[in-house]
């Protein structure tokens, strides 16, 4: 008689490398076990609290029964998000068909492909940047899809319309990150109307991850939204959709609060994929994020906060000699590493504690090797501290 099963899994699954908040997670403990200080630049998590009225309307938002919460959610935080890309992007959005709340992006980000991949289909591509957020290979690979990283380099601007005609003809869905995790690069809106012209040409549903709208430091960024606005067609059959999120705009990373925001077929049909699963935030949390939506005061508060640590860390590294590039918004620093080896920089500058994510951790292909990546999570003081710990081993 067996007794000891072999479970049979998904390979793909096996096939998957480690996520990269594992790695880092690991490393930190590493180092703080073994009582080192350490500067953790690594997972993009926030470190300043959450707005206190933020964490006030969650709390006086869970009922005595919280019952089941619907995939729409309340009409309260779907009319605040359109009321927000009315006065930040200039967009009218009717909360009712062209906006659904996630939990969360990365959730978000990981199921889409479901939505319009065929794993039996030969036509099943799913292009995205690279370097770049790497639930979008694993959110395709995983689907049944066939992942097509786009490798960019120079000034990591991703541009569709450079891709071959035979990729093109076989892609579902196309990714684009603007502000782009990891570099901070961001799309011109040429750049972004060139895009959705190649996606519509060749019935490629388009999304915009624009997680980082809100954290920039030169130009607000421009969102594809706006870009179907201004084009004076309407969202109905754009097949456009972006993703917006509160975890670095309103430090409610832990909260799993998103958008998703476009054409209202696209949206019908998202509905109905995730009522499935039983995809819905909780209505105390989509009560929080109504009260963020609303408010742009915490979020330019952030904005100025970030941008103080961003400086103090660009005037530290270009007067070491190394080169920043792009980090013209978004929560991130991208330097290309002295030899370029980002592997072996961030391992040079773990000896003074400063952890860091290497341009590997975000790559399929070799794009973006050669650098590292800061997140700009210690407060002031600790970007001081950081700073100062540097200087030591440049």
Known sequence: MRYAAEVRLNPLLAALPTYPTIAIDRVRDQLLA???PVYDFGTGDPIEATPSFIRDALR?????????????????VRSAFAGYAQRRLGVTLNPGTEVLPTSGSKEAV??????????????????FPDPGYSVYYRGAALSGGRPHPQPLSGDYIQRA???????????????????HNPSGAVMSREDLRRTWEVCREHDILLVSDE?????????????????????????????????????KRSG??????????????VIGALRTLRTNPGLAPQDFVNAAAAVAWADDGHAEQRRLLFGEKRRLLLDFLSGAGLE??????????????PGGDGDAFASELLKAGILTNPGSFFAVTA??????????????????????AMRAIL
């Open 34 to 36: 073994a009582g080192r």
């Open 60 to 76: 006086a938002n869970i009922a005595d029964n919280c019952r089941y919460p619907t995939v729409i959610g309340e009409p309260a």
């Open 110 to 127: 990981f199921h889409l492909p479901l939505l319009c991949v065929d794993p039996n289909a030969p036509d099943r591509a799913v292009v």
């Open 161 to 179: 319309w450079e891709l071959p005609i035979e990729v093109l003809r076989e892609t579902r869905l196309l990714w684009i990150n603007t502000p």
């Open 211 to 247: 997680c980082y709208m809100d954290v920039w430091f030169n130009e607000p960024p421009v969102s594809i939204l706006q870009v179907v606005e201004e084009a004076g067609v309407g969202l109905s059959g754009s097949g456009v959709l972006a993703l917006f999120s509160l975890s």
């Open 252 to 265: 409610m990373t832990g909260y799993r609060s998103g958008i998703v925001a476009g054409d209202p077929k």
């Open 324 to 337: 920043v590039t792009a980090s013209e918004a978004s929560f991130y620093v991208w330097v290309k590493a």
């Open 367 to 388: 794009a973006g090797r050669d650098h590292v990546r800061f997140a700009l999570v210690p407060d002031l003081d600790g970007c001081r501290a950081a700073v100062e």
